[in-house]
């Protein structure tokens, strides 16, 4: 699906609540996918482009992880998934964090380690 479709799909299915809260219509599949790196990388390379709002892709991001039915086996999937999901406690979803996403998907560099909070138990 070209970036600038998919981008009007999510914006379509998105209801402001109020300035806060957001409330996003999702239909889960029926079956499982598998989310891949390079999967990410294009949807990282249409909001660097604009080709797809940063909006779109913190709520696409949101539906991912909220889903039961996308898996991944790559951690920096999930890592990346939560930095989108959450640009405000992350990484702001800015074209410059757009070309240290793409560098991290691809392997080009290491994901940063985050320092976990105190009250926060290890995994």
Same mark, same amino acid.
């Given at each position: 699906?070209? #970036?600038?479709? =998919?981008? #009007? &799909? +999510?914006?379509?299915?998105?209801?402001?609540?109020? @300035? +806060? $809260?957001?409330? +996003?219509?999702?239909? *889960?599949?029926?079956?499982? /996918? %598998?989310?891949?790196?390079?999967?990410?990388?294009?949807? %990282?390379?249409? $909001?660097?482009?604009?080709?797809?709002?940063?909006? @779109? =892709?913190?709520?696409?991001?949101? #539906?991912?992880? @909220?889903?039961?039915? /996308?898996?991944? $086996? !790559?951690?920096?999937?999930?890592? +990346?998934?939560? *930095?989108?999901?959450?640009?405000?406690?992350?990484?702001?979803?800015? !074209?410059?964090?757009? $070309?240290? /996403?793409?560098?991290? =998907?691809?392997?080009? &560099?290491?994901?940063?380690?985050?320092?976990?909070?105190?009250?926060?138990? #290890?995994?």
């Amino acid at each position: 699906m070209p #970036a600038e479709r =998919l981008d #009007a &799909e +999510v914006s379509s299915s998105i209801r402001e609540v109020d @300035a +806060v $809260t957001h409330q +996003v219509e999702i239909e *889960d599949m029926s079956d499982d /996918f %598998c989310i891949e790196p390079s999967m990410l990388i294009r949807l %990282c390379d249409a $909001t660097a482009s604009g080709q797809m709002s940063r909006d @779109a =892709l913190r709520h696409i991001a949101f #539906a991912i992880i @909220a889903s039961d039915r /996308f898996k991944w $086996t !790559a951690a920096i999937v999930g890592e +990346v998934l939560h *930095d989108w999901a959450a640009p405000e406690i992350n990484y702001a979803l800015s !074209a410059e964090n757009m $070309t240290k /996403f793409r560098r991290w =998907l691809r392997g080009d &560099e290491p994901y940063p380690l985050k320092q976990r909070h105190r009250s926060q138990p #290890a995994r």
